[in-house]
């Protein structure tokens, strides 16, 4: 695969377009002291990309706590999460567009690429609209559709479809290993952003290095 193979990109949005990760970490966090399992960094780094009540489950498991709650009760402490979530992401404004990533949009947009967001949030809208890029993506995946989330490839899947390419010609941009995982399996070429991306097909350190030369001068 080369540069000129790409005619669109799929990007995902906690990580990538906004630091989102420390809210849903905090937020999460209070979940665990409530449950009582210890919060660690690895924890906190195993919920990237992660559907909301598949963390739910890591927590509970992290601690053993996995058949401590029933459904409904597990359903309740995944809402008290998403409040506490909401309230600290309405901070947010455009300032807050992690590092380049604002150019990287403009860029891609003047030149003709088709953008689709693939983020597993279901808080997708919201949190584009805190940072006023609604307008930016001719389409997103409905995570609330999905049958199966990250690292399966259906979400990146149907981001290609959204932009009506054949996979082979879109690049998916992930913070997470299991939304790399989910935009390999896709058959898309995987763009990662941050450490622990091993299985990435290109790496960058932070999205200030993002940027259309850089992706080139990286794939060929
Ligand atoms: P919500 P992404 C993911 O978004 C987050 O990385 C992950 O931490 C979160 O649990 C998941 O969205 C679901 O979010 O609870 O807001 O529906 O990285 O795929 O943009
Ligand atoms: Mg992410």
């Given at each position: ?46 919920l990237?990309?992660v559907?909301?009540?598949d963390s739910l ?164």
């Amino acid at each position: 695969m080369t540069f000129a193979d790409i005619q669109g990109f799929a990007i995902d949005l906690d990580g990538v377009i906004a630091d989102t990760a420390k809210f849903h970490g905090q937020a999460w966090r209070q979940v665990a002291d409530k449950v009582g399992t210890e919060w660690t960094e690895e924890l906190a780094d195993s919920l990237r990309g992660v559907s909301r009540m598949d963390s739910l489950e890591l927590i509970l498991k992290a601690g053993g706590h996995e058949n401590d709650y029933t459904q409904e009760e597990k359903e309740k402490l995944a809402e008290e999460k998403n409040d506490n979530y909401l309230e600290l992401v309405k901070t947010l404004t455009p300032n807050d567009i992690l590092p380049g990533m604002k150019k990287f949009l403009d860029e891609a947009k003047a030149k003709g690429y088709h953008l689709a967001l693939a983020s597993a949030s279901k808080n997708g809208p919201t949190i584009l609209k805190y940072l006023q890029l609604g307008d930016y993506f001719e389409g997103r995946v409905d995570p609330a559709k999905l049958k199966k989330g990250k690292p399966d490839p259906e979400i990146y899947l149907q981001a290609a479809e959204i932009m009506n390419l054949d996979p082979v010609h879109v690049a998916g941009i992930e913070d997470a290993q299991s939304g790399v995982e989910s935009i390999n399996r896709a058959g898309e070429i995987s763009i990662g952003i941050g450490k622990n991306l091993k299985d990435a097909d290109v790496k960058f350190n932070d999205t200030s290095e993002l940027t259309l030369d850089a992706l080139a001068k990286k794939l060929g």
